[in-house]
Structure formats: structure tokens, C-alpha cells
């Protein structure tokens, strides 16, 4: 079972009233945490299924009269936060934050009543996760909890400033680390994340060098941080803090967080450094010390649960365009012209849908949420061959995570434990110039992988708002006294998740979702298998 998720056990029924193809890769790890059904299976039949679902200790019978009951109780307490009074008997006292438009920090109680009625968010507001109610599992895109597909409120907390808070700011130490790769926006928020402390009236802010290596590698200090020495460092890509993978024992990271008596831990990452995180958070209650552990959601891939978003996906995806429009010149003006585009993926092909359906110009979109193959009558070799007949020309852009089951396998992992993955890209240009030079059809081809190019801008307008907002909410988030959350964007609205619910498993591109669906029009693609 996934670290919180739910599971589901699926059993097939001739009695069963239900005949519905539970068979939903982003849906299941979403709803159910659960991926024991393969897709291949799905596309060839249909299963007669009794359906049972369990979260946690909760067993759901769907044919319980109470079970909606049940479900949404567990759904509470799973998405309930955790904080800082869960280990210490703490009073709050009143904000330091200030919403007025001089910007001045509030004293002790100097909160006007009109600024205290209007700007904070309250304890209890929630925001909800999902609007659509659909009238069958059929529909398309459909997310069901239940086979009739029964409409459940999936509540969350709204993210923001409140009215009281857990620390004293003059007191706090509070500490910013940027893990993983590198990925457009990561100055916008450590800026963010230094600007929005010093409006609480902090005065002692470091950054961590080089993600949690910096916590034990020696030799590496940490970096004061002001709002003089981050004023423009969103003008540029990459990562002020600088980045790595992997880290030390999470005791270690936890044992250097003590010594320098740091009280917020700000953790700017994807999965992997949520996972991270989540495990020094957990360390912290452990130890019972007084440490608020908030993360910011960091991927290029947009593959994070329950996100609508995550930072720098969009500036990814307009950076591609640069890359597809060079592949269609290039295509468009050659005697049997093939552009082909890799773009970043490694288990979700947000980038390289969006980047075909933005670009109108390609013609294949592969990603490794749905299957293909390239050989056979029905294979993207055989298709390109009539693209060239026809058009007499093509582009193909493909997730670099695409085709993995075309390719040999292999078990070496990267410092974030991420397995490495066979070059698809690669394999994909040899077999292309191979096919036509056995069928003797002359074939011009030009590949182009833009990778490094891509993650290492500078974010655009879009997601520099995005990462605006992540990074205050954050600081809002730990003087609120939370902790083992991270801050996202959910239906459009701002809001807190616990870490281990946003890590059971990354987020997938939904291949009966309406998106998938607009690409394939956009393209004109067949199914190749």
C-alpha cells in the first residue's frame, strides 16, 4: 500500500450488476492509490468487477448505505494538517503580517478591525478540489469514487495568511533549500519566500547550498539571506541556492537543523524532495522539536498530485515551442523532411501534450502513458510513411519517458533513486533512418533535444505569478504552525496539502481526459498499436 493512499482490491464477478472498465491509470492513483490492473488489459476487454476500496484501516463496500459517509470522514482526516500544538501546548498570538498598504509590521495587537475582517484567511476555510459531477463513469475524463459514479466533496485547506500565529519572528531562524534539478522559477520563490519573512519582521534567514547536501557536506556554508541580496535574482534561470541530488541519513540532515537552531525548514523540490521533507518532518515530531517543515512544489514535468499546476511547466512548454517551430522549418524545408523533438517526461507527458497542442505543428505526440508501437501495420514507422506520401513531410515530438517498454531495461538509479531510462529520443531517430533506408524512401531527419535549454530559463510572466504566490503561502503556512505540507494550486484555488497524499505517486496524463483527446484531433494521429 502507498504511504497514505488507498488501495483498492479489484474482483472480477459474473454477479456483479457493474460492467465498467475500472481500468483508469491517473484516476486509480489518484483516487485509490492502486495500479494493479494494466492498461493493456483495459484497451482489450472489459471486466466484470465487484469494486471494494480501502484507505488506510477503512474497508468500503460501495453497497454500505453509509459508505459516502465513511469515505468522506477518512478523506478528512487524511487531508487534516499537521501542527506544531500536535506536540506542544502552544498559545498564538496576534499577526506581525500586515496587510496594509504602508506595508508597516503590526506590534502586539495593533491589528485594525477592518484589516483583521477582510485580509485573513480563516482556520476553517476549505477549498474544493473538484467541481465536476459526472453522470457516468463513461463520461468522458470521468474521475468516480463509486461505479454510479456518485458526486463526493473533496474538501482541502485554503491556503493564506491567518490572524494568529505560532512564532515569534524575531525569534524565528528560518531556513530556504532548493533540491532536485533545475527548473524555471526556483529564484522567483526563494525571493518570495525571503521577501514575505522580512514583512513578518524576521531578521535571520539562510539559504541551505546545493539542496540537503549542504546540511552535512563540510565546507559548504549557509548564505544570509535579505531582501537586498535576493532583489533581482528572478532576473536569471537556475537556482541561486544552487541544486543536487539525493542527500544525507535524514538523522544527519535533522541533527544540522538542531545545531543551527533552525525553526522553519522551507524545501523547495519535486517528489523525491517532498519525500525527503516529509521524513525530516516526521523527524522533527519525533525529537518534538518546534520546526515548521513546508514545501514548495518544484517539477518541469507538472506530474504532482492534485496539482493543477506546478511551477515552471508553463515557461517549459513555451520554451518548447522555440524547439518544435526549429524541427518544422527544418522539416518543412527538406525533400521528405522528419523534425523530431524530445522534450522532458520521465513518467508524464504534460510537457509534450501541451507543447503539440500550443505548437499546431506536429503531427505525432508520443508519451508514456499510452502505449505504441512502432513497427506493423499499425505502428508510427508505417504512419510516418504515409505522412510523407501525403504531406511530404512530418514532425514528432515525444516525452522522453515514452517507449520504455520498446527499449532494454535498466536497474541503475540516479542519486534521487529515479531510475535512469533508456534514451528513447535516440532509439527513436535510429529506427526512423533505418525503416526508410531499408524501404529505400529517402528520408531527411533532423532530431532535437532542448532538455537543458528548457529548465534552465528564467520563468515567464504565468509562472512567476505562480511561484509569487507558492512562496508566500509557504511562509504563511509555517507561521501558521503547520507542518509536513507543501502549497499548491487545487481547482484554481491556493491551498495546503499533507505531504504524503501529494506523494503516493506522480501525477499522470489522463488518456480518456478531454486534453488527450484535443491532441490527438490536433495531430491527426492514429492508435498505433
Given at each position: 500500500?502507498?504511504?497514505?493512499?488507498?488501495?483498492?482490491?479489484?474482483?472480477?464477478?459474473?454477479?456483479?450488476?457493474?460492467?465498467?472498465?475500472?481500468?483508469?491509470?491517473?484516476?486509480?492513483?489518484?483516487?485509490?492509490?492502486?495500479?494493479?490492473?494494466?492498461?493493456?488489459?483495459?484497451?482489450?476487454?472489459?471486466?466484470?468487477?465487484?469494486?471494494?476500496?480501502?484507505?488506510?484501516?477503512?474497508?468500503?463496500?460501495?453497497?454500505?448505505?453509509?459508505?459516502?459517509?465513511?469515505?468522506?470522514?477518512?478523506?478528512?482526516?487524511?487531508?487534516?494538517?499537521?501542527?506544531?500544538?500536535?506536540?506542544?501546548?502552544?498559545?498564538?498570538?496576534?499577526?506581525?503580517?500586515?496587510?496594509?498598504?504602508?506595508?508597516?509590521?503590526?506590534?502586539?495587537?495593533?491589528?485594525?478591525?477592518?484589516?483583521?475582517?477582510?485580509?485573513?484567511?480563516?482556520?476553517?476555510?476549505?477549498?474544493?478540489?473538484?467541481?465536476?459531477?459526472?453522470?457516468?463513469?463513461?463520461?468522458?475524463?470521468?474521475?468516480?469514487?463509486?461505479?454510479?459514479?456518485?458526486?463526493?466533496?473533496?474538501?482541502?485547506?485554503?491556503?493564506?495568511?491567518?490572524?494568529?500565529?505560532?512564532?515569534?519572528?524575531?525569534?524565528?531562524?528560518?531556513?530556504?533549500?532548493?533540491?532536485?534539478?533545475?527548473?524555471?522559477?526556483?529564484?522567483?520563490?526563494?525571493?518570495?519566500?525571503?521577501?514575505?519573512?522580512?514583512?513578518?519582521?524576521?531578521?535571520?534567514?539562510?539559504?541551505?547550498?546545493?539542496?540537503?547536501?549542504?546540511?552535512?557536506?563540510?565546507?559548504?556554508?549557509?548564505?544570509?539571506?535579505?531582501?537586498?541580496?535576493?532583489?533581482?535574482?528572478?532576473?536569471?534561470?537556475?537556482?541561486?541556492?544552487?541544486v543536487s541530488r539525493g542527500g544525507a541519513q535524514t538523522s544527519e540532515i535533522v541533527d544540522s537543523i538542531q545545531a543551527r537552531r533552525i525553526d522553519m525548514l522551507f524545501v523547495i523540490g519535486g517528489n523525491g524532495s517532498h519525500a525527503g521533507a516529509n521524513a525530516i518532518h516526521e523527524e522533527c515530531r519525533k525529537r518534538k522539536l518546534k520546526v515548521s517543515v513546508v514545501a514548495v512544489p518544484k517539477t518541469i514535468d507538472n506530474d504532482i498530485l492534485f496539482m493543477d499546476k506546478t511551477f515552471g511547466f508553463d515557461t517549459a512548454v513555451e520554451e518548447?515551442?522555440?524547439?518544435?517551430?526549429?524541427?518544422?522549418?527544418?522539416?518543412?524545408?527538406?525533400?521528405?523532411?522528419?523534425?523530431?523533438?524530445?522534450?522532458?517526461?520521465?513518467?508524464?507527458?504534460?510537457?509534450?501534450?501541451?507543447?503539440?497542442?500550443?505548437?499546431?505543428?506536429?503531427?505525432?505526440?508520443?508519451?508514456?502513458?499510452?502505449?505504441?508501437?512502432?513497427?506493423?501495420?499499425?505502428?508510427?514507422?508505417?504512419?510516418?510513411?504515409?505522412?510523407?506520401?501525403?504531406?511530404?513531410?512530418?514532425?514528432?515530438?515525444?516525452?522522453?519517458?515514452?517507449?520504455?517498454?520498446?527499449?532494454?531495461?535498466?536497474?541503475?538509479?540516479?542519486?534521487?533513486?529515479?531510475?535512469?531510462?533508456?534514451?528513447?529520443?535516440?532509439?527513436?531517430?535510429?529506427?526512423?533512418?533505418?525503416?526508410?533506408?531499408?524501404?529505400?524512401?529517402?528520408?531527411?531527419?533532423?532530431?532535437?533535444?532542448?532538455?537543458?535549454?528548457?529548465?534552465?530559463?528564467?520563468?515567464?510572466?504565468?509562472?512567476?505569478?505562480?511561484?509569487?504566490?507558492?512562496?508566500?503561502?509557504?511562509?504563511?503556512?509555517?507561521?501558521?504552525?503547520?507542518?509536513?505540507?507543501?502549497?499548491?494550486?487545487?481547482?484554481?484555488?491556493?491551498?495546503?496539502?499533507?505531504?504524503?497524499?501529494?506523494?503516493?505517486?506522480?501525477?499522470?496524463?489522463?488518456?480518456?481526459?478531454?486534453?488527450?483527446?484535443?491532441?490527438?484531433?490536433?495531430?491527426?494521429?492514429?492508435?498505433?498499436?
Open positions: 500500500m502507498s504511504l497514505s493512499g488507498m488501495a483498492v482490491m479489484l474482483k472480477a464477478s459474473t454477479s456483479s450488476a457493474v460492467q465498467q472498465q475500472w481500468c483508469h491509470r491517473t484516476r486509480d492513483q489518484c483516487q485509490y492509490g492502486f495500479t494493479s490492473v494494466s492498461e493493456r488489459k483495459c484497451r482489450k476487454r472489459y471486466l466484470l468487477l465487484h469494486v471494494r476500496a480501502i484507505s488506510g484501516k477503512l474497508d468500503l463496500d460501495f453497497s454500505d448505505p453509509s459508505w459516502k459517509q465513511k469515505y468522506q470522514e477518512d478523506w478528512d482526516r487524511r487531508f487534516s494538517l499537521p501542527h506544531i500544538t500536535d506536540i506542544y501546548d502552544l498559545e498564538p498570538r496576534t499577526t506581525t503580517f500586515s496587510l496594509k498598504k504602508n506595508r508597516t509590521p503590526l506590534g502586539d495587537g495593533d491589528v485594525s478591525s477592518t484589516d483583521m475582517r477582510n485580509g485573513y484567511v480563516n482556520k476553517d476555510d476549505r477549498a474544493l478540489l473538484k467541481v465536476i459531477k459526472y453522470a457516468s463513469p463513461n463520461s468522458a475524463g470521468a474521475e468516480c469514487i463509486d461505479p454510479d459514479c456518485s458526486w463526493v466533496e473533496h474538501w482541502v485547506h485554503r491556503a493564506g495568511p491567518r490572524k494568529e500565529i505560532y512564532y515569534e519572528p524575531e525569534e524565528v531562524k528560518a531556513a530556504i533549500v532548493t533540491c532536485g534539478g533545475l527548473c524555471p522559477g526556483l529564484n522567483d520563490v526563494i525571493r518570495q519566500i525571503v521577501f514575505t519573512l522580512e514583512t513578518y519582521g524576521v531578521k535571520n534567514i539562510v539559504g541551505i547550498p546545493f539542496g540537503y547536501r549542504g546540511f552535512f557536506e563540510k565546507g559548504l556554508k549557509e548564505m544570509p539571506l535579505s531582501r537586498d541580496v535576493v532583489e533581482n535574482i528572478n532576473l536569471s534561470g537556475g537556482s541561486f541556492l544552487g518548447a515551442q522555440r524547439a518544435i517551430n526549429s524541427a518544422y522549418i527544418e522539416a518543412r524545408s527538406a525533400y521528405h523532411g522528419i523534425g523530431l523533438v524530445k522534450l522532458m517526461g520521465r513518467s508524464s507527458g504534460f510537457i509534450a501534450m501541451h507543447a503539440s497542442l500550443s505548437s499546431g505543428q506536429i503531427d505525432i505526440c508520443l508519451i508514456p502513458e499510452v502505449s505504441f508501437t512502432l513497427d506493423g501495420e499499425h505502428g508510427v514507422l508505417q504512419h510516418l510513411e504515409h505522412l510523407l506520401n501525403t504531406k511530404g513531410f512530418c514532425v514528432i515530438c515525444v516525452a522522453e519517458g515514452a517507449g520504455q517498454d520498446l527499449l532494454q531495461k535498466s536497474n541503475a538509479t540516479d542519486a534521487s533513486g529515479n531510475v535512469i531510462l533508456s534514451d528513447f529520443g535516440v532509439h527513436m531517430q535510429q529506427k526512423i533512418k533505418k525503416h526508410f533506408k531499408d524501404i529505400g524512401v529517402p528520408a531527411d531527419l533532423k532530431y532535437i533535444d532542448p532538455t537543458y535549454m528548457v529548465r534552465a530559463c528564467r520563468a515567464n510572466a504565468s509562472d512567476a505569478i505562480l511561484c509569487t504566490v507558492l512562496g508566500q503561502n509557504a511562509v504563511h503556512g509555517a507561521f501558521a504552525g503547520f507542518s509536513g505540507i507543501t502549497s499548491g494550486v487545487c481547482n484554481t484555488h491556493y491551498v495546503y496539502l499533507p505531504i504524503p497524499e501529494v506523494i503516493t505517486a506522480p501525477k499522470h496524463v489522463n488518456p480518456n481526459s478531454r486534453m488527450w483527446h484535443r491532441c490527438l484531433t490536433s495531430t491527426g494521429q492514429p492508435d498505433f498499436h
